[in-house]
């Protein structure tokens, strides 16, 4: 990563709209950024695709962002909206559940502990596109339900119905995956 120093020198170019800047920005950032859309897209291709839009925004409104505060932040939250829009642009975002209190579901934390990043992350790309969103401005993002219902143009209740249906759905691939996992190793072990 660059230092501070040398972001803002790119920012500056960015804003000069030099080719140069925008090729280091887009280099330095590509992986944070990309780490931000595979979590909303249902595969790699969908995530670029994402990430590109979402830099073409950054480098068309560069000149807005405050450089007294966090870079990274700015462009984790273009990255997000760019990945919102673009589910509700191929109408993938279909919330029809609303309901007012749910119990979470619980999980057996050494289940998840033995998974690795990528599995979790096929799991969670494997969401319907609406389960997957509401998931990820919750658990991943820190969003509150009021906030997420704002966002996502829905009610609490449906933001609420929608985790709990996404972290219910998780449970069980998880579960069904490291029995196979188990399964398997029985099988080699006999």
Same mark, same amino acid.
């Given at each position: 990563?660059?230092?501070?120093?040398?972001?803002?020198?790119?920012?500056?170019?960015?804003?000069?709209?030099?080719?140069?800047?925008?090729?280091?920005?887009?280099?330095?950032?590509?992986?944070?950024?990309?780490?931000?859309?595979?979590?909303?897209?249902?595969?790699?291709?969908?995530?670029?695709?994402?990430?590109?839009?979402?830099?073409?925004?950054?480098?068309?409104?560069?000149? /807005?962002?405050? &450089? +007294?505060? @966090?870079?990274?932040?700015?462009?984790? #939250? $273009?990255?997000?909206?760019?990945? !919102?829009?673009?589910?509700?642009?191929?109408?993938?975002?279909?919330?029809?559940?609303?309901?007012?209190?749910?119990?979470?579901?619980?999980?057996?934390?050494?289940?998840?502990?033995?998974?690795?990043?990528?599995?979790?992350?096929?799991?969670?790309?494997?969401?319907?596109?609406?389960?997957?969103?509401?998931?990820?401005?919750?658990?991943?993002?820190?969003?509150?339900?009021?906030?997420?219902?704002?966002?996502?143009?829905? /009610?609490?209740? &449906? +933001?609420? @119905?929608?985790?709990?249906?996404?972290? #219910? $759905?998780?449970?069980?691939?998880? !579960?069904?995956?490291?029995?196979?996992?188990?399964?398997?190793?029985?099988?080699?072990?006999?």
């Amino acid at each position: 990563m660059q230092d501070l120093t040398n972001i803002n020198d790119l920012i500056a170019g960015c804003c000069k709209k030099e080719r140069s800047s925008q090729e280091a920005l887009y280099r330095n950032f590509f992986g944070y950024g990309l780490s931000i859309c595979l979590r909303y897209a249902q595969n790699r291709e969908e995530a670029v695709e994402i990430l590109n839009d979402g830099f073409l925004k950054i480098f068309n409104h560069i000149q /807005s962002f405050d &450089t +007294s505060r @966090s870079f990274k932040t700015w462009l984790g #939250k $273009i990255m997000v909206n760019t990945s !919102i829009d673009f589910l509700r642009s191929k109408k993938r975002l279909i919330f029809m559940d609303d309901i007012s209190q749910v119990a979470e579901p619980t999980t057996d934390e050494t289940t998840i502990d033995k998974l690795s990043y990528e599995e979790l992350l096929r799991h969670v790309q494997a969401l319907p596109p609406a389960y997957r969103t509401v998931f990820n401005l919750y658990v991943m993002e820190g969003f509150q339900h009021q906030e997420i219902a704002a966002m996502l143009r829905i /009610s609490e209740g &449906t +933001s609420k @119905s929608n985790l709990f249906k996404a972290k #219910k $759905i998780l449970k069980e691939r998880i !579960i069904k995956s490291s029995m196979n996992i188990a399964d398997g190793i029985d099988i080699n072990m006999h």
